[in-house]
């Protein structure tokens, strides 16, 4: 998936992002002002999301909460951040009201690492910065190349890490009802 960073010369906010081209292959996210435009995923980028879905999603229903693929997530219309993250679980968050996109930081966020350098900055360290201020309780980052997943959980001070191999399992105490998924089961 092709990316570009394109640096302007002032901060853009969610609200410049409805004035861009609506592309059906590109994407808008705003982190900290900066625009990142992407190709929409590839078809194995989008396998893992499905697979990710099918494996944690019956738990997040049974615990009364939702998952939902791609979710806008505008903070505020004036705000510096506005992502589409590919997989958002929420279990305390409220749902938003019919027709409105997502204003508060899911419990748990997904990434799905795309190939690129540019790509895996943006997951690896915009989106964990942006992640924790805006106040995920976990952030989980599936690296399909490498084929492990980057467990981060929040801390008093910062993200506690677990790097799991396809041979470990994912679980977590967010959902003390999911046995969890071997992440080998979650790759494509």
């Given at each position: 998936?092709?990316?570009?960073?394109?640096?302007?010369?002032?901060?853009?906010?969610?609200?410049?992002?409805?004035?861009?081209?609506?592309?059906?292959?590109?994407?808008?996210?705003?982190?900290?002002?900066?625009?990142?435009?992407?190709?929409?995923?590839?078809?194995?980028?989008?396998?893992?999301?499905?697979?990710?879905?099918?494996?944690?999603?019956?738990?997040?229903?049974?615990?009364?909460?939702?998952?939902?693929?791609?979710?806008?997530?505008?903070?505020?219309?004036?705000?510096?951040?506005?992502?589409?993250?590919?997989?958002?679980?929420?279990?305390?968050?409220?749902?938003?009201?019919?027709?409105?996109?997502?204003?508060?930081?899911?419990?748990?966020?997904?990434?799905?690492?795309?190939?690129?350098?540019?790509?895996?900055?943006?997951?690896?360290?915009?989106?964990?910065?942006?992640?924790?201020?805006?106040?995920?309780?976990?952030?989980?980052?599936?690296?399909?190349?490498?084929?492990?997943?980057?467990?981060?959980t929040r801390g008093p001070a910062g993200w506690i890490e677990a790097r799991l191999a396809s041979h470990d399992v994912l679980a977590t105490p967010l959902l003390p009802g999911w046995a969890g998924a071997q992440?080998?089961?979650?790759?494509?």
């Amino acid at each position: 998936m092709g990316e570009a960073v394109t640096h302007l010369d002032r901060h853009l906010v969610a609200r410049d992002l409805d004035d861009l081209p609506h592309e059906w292959d590109t994407r808008y996210e705003l982190i900290h002002g900066v625009l990142y435009m992407s190709r929409r995923p590839s078809y194995d980028h989008q396998h893992v999301i499905a697979r990710l879905t099918m494996k944690v999603g019956p738990a997040v229903l049974a615990a009364g909460g939702d998952v939902v693929p791609e979710p806008g997530i505008v903070w505020d219309e004036h705000g510096e951040d506005n992502v589409s993250p590919d997989l958002a679980i929420l279990l305390e968050v409220p749902r938003p009201p019919r027709g409105e996109k997502l204003r508060r930081c899911p419990d748990i966020v997904i990434e799905v690492l795309s190939g690129g350098a540019d790509s895996r900055r943006r997951d690896l360290d915009a989106k964990r910065d942006l992640y924790w201020r805006r106040s995920a309780k976990e952030y989980w980052i599936v690296d399909p190349e490498r084929q492990e997943l980057l467990r981060l959980t929040r801390g008093p001070a910062g993200w506690i890490e677990a790097r799991l191999a396809s041979h470990d399992v994912l679980a977590t105490p967010l959902l003390p009802g999911w046995a969890g998924a071997q992440v080998a089961e979650l790759l494509s």
